[in-house]
């Protein structure tokens, strides 16, 4: 081997550690932890196969399929994902991606959850925890807010878990508001994305 091939292979092994996605040394260099994206078709979103109550729209420039709401009044999203598909011993967090249009209606706060197929909801109770949609984080107010993406789409944290082996079958996120009655409209569903803690 060459210096000049040597030079490069060293050069190339050392910009692959330094990736931010790598976590810790396996024989000198790092393992990569997978994220991975669910973009709204691989949703199972209720009455989405209605155009009355849903729209399907792509981004403009973009080729990304998005859900916008017209009208429910019983929202319930999920998204699964074999546990296989994810790093094993690794702590992961999921996040809905979406907007609200300006003329969004009931969706103030909702219910998020995180569980394995198999078991209860992770969660403050049986249901899981307080998400606000379309709110600020407010002083006294116990739940979680949305934060905004460098993409300019907000994110809400639906729940943690921990990948052990992988042997753990599916994990389920939803977020849902089934218990107000009122017709809602006006969130944009991009997808889900699950990633490392």
């Known amino acids: 081997m060459d210096d000049k091939s040597g030079m490069i292979r060293r050069r190339a092994s050392s910009l692959l550690c330094k990736s931010p996605?790598?976590?810790?040394?396996?024989?000198?260099?790092?393992?990569?932890?997978?994220?991975?994206?669910?973009?709204?078709?691989?949703?199972?979103?209720?009455?989405?196969?209605?155009p009355e109550h849903w729209t399907w729209n792509y981004i403009y420039n973009s080729g990304t399929e998005v859900a916008?709401?017209?009208?429910?009044?019983?929202?319930?999203?999920?998204?699964?994902?074999?546990?296989r598909r994810l790093t094993q011993k690794t702590s992961y967090s999921a996040y809905l991606v979406f907007k609200l249009t300006d003329n969004h209606r009931e969706l103030e706060k909702a219910i998020a959850s995180v569980r394995f197929v198999k078991e209860k909801a992770e969660g403050t109770d049986e249901e899981g925890y307080t998400v606000f949609l379309s709110k600020a984080k407010e002083e006294g107010k116990n739940g979680r807010f949305p934060h905004l993406r460098s993409d300019g789409w907000m994110e809400i944290k639906l729940g943690e878990f921990f990948n052990n082996f992988g042997e753990d079958g599916e994990v389920e996120m939803r977020l849902m508001e089934t218990k107000n009655p009122n017709w809602k409209c006006g969130i944009i569903v991009k997808g889900i994305d699950i990633r490392p803690n």
């Not at 994220?35 to 196969?49: F, H, K, M, N, P």
């Not at 916008?68 to 546990?83: H, M, P, Q, S």
């Open 21 to 50: 996605i790598n976590r810790e040394n396996v024989e000198g260099c790092r393992r990569f932890i997978k994220s991975v994206w669910l973009g709204a078709r691989e949703l199972s979103i209720e009455w989405a196969d209605n």
């Open 68 to 83: 916008e709401l017209r009208n429910v009044c019983w929202l319930d999203i999920r998204g699964k994902i074999d546990t």
